[in-house]
């Protein structure tokens, strides 16, 4: 299958401050907006109960990136700035997935507690590709309380870019996203087509609105760690991984499967009390200009629309146009009216 090519060219524009030079106006050239494939995890747990599945999960998309080099070009880590991936960086990623002891955050001193991310608890790395190149992969492990916050999960998020699942296919891409999966206790996840959006230019949708609502397969948002999605599902897409709560007033998998009809759709028990519902062979982004309205996303849409997430960019308030929030709250419902 041949995916619409989406890719909005920048440039990016932005400000920084400094007391010596007060507001300084940036631009960045790099793409607003890019197609590729979306991989994440929600998984309710923290690092030193999760940190061997999570380093499972990077060994799979080590060995399927082998061979590419514009995949592994920078990390970060606690923070830092971007640098050039080196063997200093995988022993840092490396160290964040070998917890030596479980300490609580309600333990830290006050020093340590102001910036948690470099005094190892709130556990933080990503790798990039070269610029624009679609490659990434990022985990953000939440803070380790005695009593966890609601909705408290940890993030496991990977890409690709579209011309990678042209070239290797569905198949591969499915197999990877289930070992990636095999040994996270996730509450939910995802993988399928998306766009990587400069999140600056989300609320303004002069070009990206037209794109969105024409490919409704298109994912755009991009969950993370302050989202605090908890077992809330986080829209609908080509791989759908559905653990507990949700499975389970579901009617687990036999109870699921009875409310699915489209012949499209595969529905996969994992282990008893996870499930992956696939829509499709392959993945796709529609395209009402042609009547292909997703009719298998719609219905499953339908099935969770009691988990699924309320509008998630309460951001948008007060920093966008109103007509663009009331869209993405149109486009957030796409499959459901």
């Known amino acids: 299958m041949n995916y619409p090519r989406i890719r909005i060219p920048g440039p990016v524009k932005y ?9 300084v106006d940036h631009s960045w050239e790099r793409l607003i907006a890019r197609d590729l494939v979306r991989i994440v ?6 690092n030193f109960d999760i940190a061997a599945g999570v380093a499972h999960a990077l060994d799979s998309y080590l060995r399927a990136v082998e061979g590419r080099p514009s995949a592994l070009f920078e990390y ?41 991310e470099k005094a190892g608890a709130e556990p933080y790395f990503g790798i990039y590709g070269e610029q624009d190149s679609g490659f990434s992969f990022t985990y953000h492990a939440r803070l380790p309380w005695r009593e966890t916050p609601p909705g408290s ?32 206790p996730f509450a939910s996840g995802h993988a399928g087509l998306a766009l990587e959006v400069v999140y600056s230019s989300v609320d303004r949708l002069d070009t990206l609105g037209p794109l969105i609502f024409r490919h409704p397969g298109f994912d ?11 077992t809330r599902v986080d829209g609908v897409h080509w ?12 009617g687990g998998t036999e109870g699921l499967r009875s409310k699915l009809q489209s012949p499209s759709t595969q529905v996969r028990e994992l282990d008893g009390k996870r499930v992956l519902v696939t829509l499709g062979a392959e993945p796709e982004a529609g395209d009402l200009a042609k009547g292909q309205s997703l009719p298998a996303y719609r219905e499953l849409a339908r099935v969770l629309e009691p988990w699924q997430e309320p509008f998630p ?14 869209a993405l709250r149109r486009w957030w419902r796409r499959f459901l009216d």
């Open 220 to 230: 755009i948002r991009d969950a993370g760690i302050r989202d605090n999605l908890g």
């Open 15 to 23: 400000t920084s401050s400094t007391s010596e030079s007060g507001v």
């Open 76 to 116: 970060t880590c606690c923070y830092w700035e971007p640098s050039r991936l080196s063997d200093r960086g995988w022993e840092l990623i490396r160290e964040t997935l070998n917890p030596k002891e479980r300490r609580d955050f309600d333990d830290y001193d006050e020093d340590e507690a102001f910036y948690p």
């Open 239 to 250: 791989m759908n991984f559905l653990g507990q709560p949700v499975l389970g007033e579901l």
């Open 313 to 326: 960019w309460g951001f948008l308030r007060g920093q966008g146009r109103a007509s663009d929030e009331e």
């Open 153 to 184: 999960v940890s993030v496991l998020r990977a890409t690709l870019p579209t011309e990678y699942l042209e070239e290797r296919g569905a198949d591969f891409v499915r197999e990877l996203a289930l070992d990636m999966a095999s040994r996270l």
């Open 41 to 46: 995890f929600f998984v309710p747990r923290d």
